[in-house]
């Protein structure tokens, strides 16, 4: 009978903040640089291919099949061969470290704190071989490169506090914006369409415009759209600016005419007049109608009188931010979000607010599917998105998303009356 020989292996588990700037040395002791970089094989088992290391003169890569052993030191043999990045090759702190990754099994994006790597030893044969094995998306890995972990976690052990690790497998990411710009796509894209599509649009938008039509060709084409309709104006004018006449019709015909209106109107009126022509005569002639309305001036109708709150603020914060600023406002309904690039991200009302704990930040429960308008839109839009979702008032913002005003009901409440005559 035939017996197939097991395989035994040491394996070893070690973070690349362990790593980094640790002495590169050779068998016979002559210390050659600090290690700076990793390289690794993008496969479905990426392998420790190739190391960089930091010299008196400059970086040099070599193969990792010169190396011995991760330990004290990073020792490489005596007669090391010096090579270049290959195809399908990536660095880990380049490519990697502190960029955005989609987590498919939990549906989310997360950051890379960290990177975990692991080591196995045949005993049989002494084979050194090394993979990535996942990344650390928890505090750990933050407080880890910065060299604070031991004294963090021994500060928090004396007043009850444990922090937790975060990992996730390379099984379990999906790594965008690796290769060098490009997007790679493994075959689990169907679990990114239980994503929200806001969230898509999000990261999206921290790439570039060839990413986002390369991404966008993977999803499913409803799901595309909505993702689409989430991002950035100046996004949305780039891709139908880009698509074919026919594509874009068919895309913009799927998402609400009050928002393919704003889209249209920041297109050249050449590939406007294209696209509206691909559509069919029905809709051509609703949003034809819907375009000329715009020429009525919204700024007219705005207010500055509202109030904005950071994601990281607390209940507690808001509450006193109320007290503070409100107190002279005609009109207050509600609470717009601002991140550090002053761009809107969320909002809340007052009941919201009032049913958290004190403690409770306002990204926990604010809303994030805004509904907007811009400068451009027609009142009657305006009007309409009011009556529809029965909003008290509607943030106007510019084609970066930065909040230039409200408008309110009673904006508008004369508007309508004339309408009704």
């Known amino acids: 009978m035939h017996h197939e020989a097991y395989k035994i292996y040491i394996v070893f588990m070690l973070y690349f903040s ?28 990426p392998k420790l291919s190739k190391l960089v290391i930091k010299t008196k003169t400059g970086k040099v890569i070599i193969s990792s099949e010169s190396l011995q052993k991760f330990n004290a030191v990073v020792r490489i043999a005596k007669y090391y061969v010096q090579t270049e990045l ?15 990754i989609i987590d498919i099994s939990g549906n989310k994006i997360v950051r890379a704190n960290d990177v975990i790597l692991q080591e196995q030893i045949n005993l049989d044969t002494k084979a050194y071989e090394c993979y990535i094995s996942g990344v650390d998306i928890g505090s750990l890995g933050i407080l880890r490169r910065l060299k604070l972990e031991d004294s963090v976690l021994k500060t928090l052990r004396l007043i009850g506090v444990n922090l937790v690790s975060k990992f996730l497998s390379w099984g379990d990411i999906q790594p965008l914006d690796l290769m060098r710009g490009s997007i790679t796509v493994k075959t689990e894209e169907t679990k990114l369409q239980n994503m929200r599509p ?20 993977i999803l499913d084409k409803k799901f595309a759209t909505n993702v689409i309709s989430n991002l950035n104006i100046n996004y949305q004018r780039a891709l139908f600016q880009h ?23 920041t297109l050249t009126k050449k590939r406007k007049e294209e696209i509206l022509s691909a559509m069919d005569p029905e809709n051509q002639i609703k949003l034809r109608q819907l375009i000329a309305l715009s020429k009525t001036p919204i700024g007219k109708k705005i207010t500055t009188e509202y109030m904005v709150a950071s994601p ?59 509904i907007e308008i811009r400068m451009t839109t027609p009142i009657e839009i305006a009007v309409n998105k ?7 008032a509607l943030p106007v913002v510019d084609n970066d998303r930065h909040i230039l005003g409200i408008i309110t009901f009673d904006h508008v409440a004369d508007f309508i009356r004339q309408k009704m005559k």
């Not at 009011?386 to 008290?392: A, E, G, T």
């Open 18 to 45: 362990e790593l980094e700037n640790k002495q590169v040395v050779t068998t016979d002791g002559i210390v050659i640089g600090k290690l700076d970089d990793l390289i690794f094989l993008l496969n479905g088992k």
């Open 86 to 100: 290959g195809e399908n090759e990536l660095f880990v702190k380049k490519n990697i470290l502190d960029k955005q």
């Open 198 to 217: 806001e969230d898509l649009a999000d990261y999206l938008e921290k790439t570039d415009e060839l990413n986002v039509r390369k991404f966008l060709k």
């Open 243 to 265: 698509w074919k006449p026919d594509k874009s019709a068919s895309i913009l015909e799927m998402i609400d005419p009050e928002e393919t209106v704003d889209i249209l109107l």
């Open 312 to 370: 990281t603020n607390t209940v507690d914060e808001i509450l006193a931010k109320i007290k503070k600023e409100t107190g002279e406002y005609s009109f207050f309904a509600s609470v717009y979000v601002i991140n550090n690039i002053g761009q809107l991200v969320g909002v809340f009302n007052p009941h919201d607010l009032l049913m958290q704990r004190g403690d409770t930040p306002v990204y926990k429960f604010m809303v994030q599917n805004l």
């Open 386 to 392: 009011l009556l529809r979702y029965h909003l008290p």
